[in-house]
Nanobody, 119 residues
Framework: QVQLVESGGGLVQPGGSLRLSCAAS????????MHWYRQAPGKQRELVAI???????NYIEPVKGRFTISRDNAKKTMYLQMNSLKPEDTAVYYC?????????????WGQGTQVTVSS
């Protein structure tokens, strides 16, 4: 069974940077897509960034130019580099992965890591 574990969150001042990590318990090669989501207090969970098995990336407009999603299959880890952080980036950030095995879809979530941007 796949497990995803996020780390790297914390408290940072506006304009600062954090790098989030998502470690997978097994190989990531079967994931056709991996994502970072976030959920702010009182808000719905929203997609932040996506990276496909072909290494195509995309971001929501508020984080474009500031966040970078990447993955290292050998290290079984996905990353989210967050620069120029703003207070509105404050949220719990979740790692997500999706795969299809034998025609069945599977989706996995990490437990989340808190990111707080405040002066």
């Amino acid at each position: 069974q796949v497990q995803l574990v996020e780390s790297g969150g914390g408290l940072v001042q506006p304009g600062g940077s954090l790098r989030l990590s998502c470690a997978a318990s097994g190989s990531m090669v079967s994931f056709y897509a991996m994502h970072w989501y976030r959920q702010a207090p009182g808000k719905q969970r929203e997609l932040v960034a996506i990276i496909t098995s072909n290494n195509v990336t995309n971001y929501i407009e508020p984080v474009k130019g500031r966040f970078t999603i990447s993955r290292d299959n050998a290290k079984k880890t996905m990353y989210l580099q967050m620069n120029s952080l703003k207070p509105e980036d404050t949220a719990v950030y979740y790692c997500n992965a999706r795969q299809v095995v034998g025609g069945t879809r599977y989706e996995y979530w990490g437990q989340g890591t808190q990111v707080t941007v405040s002066s």
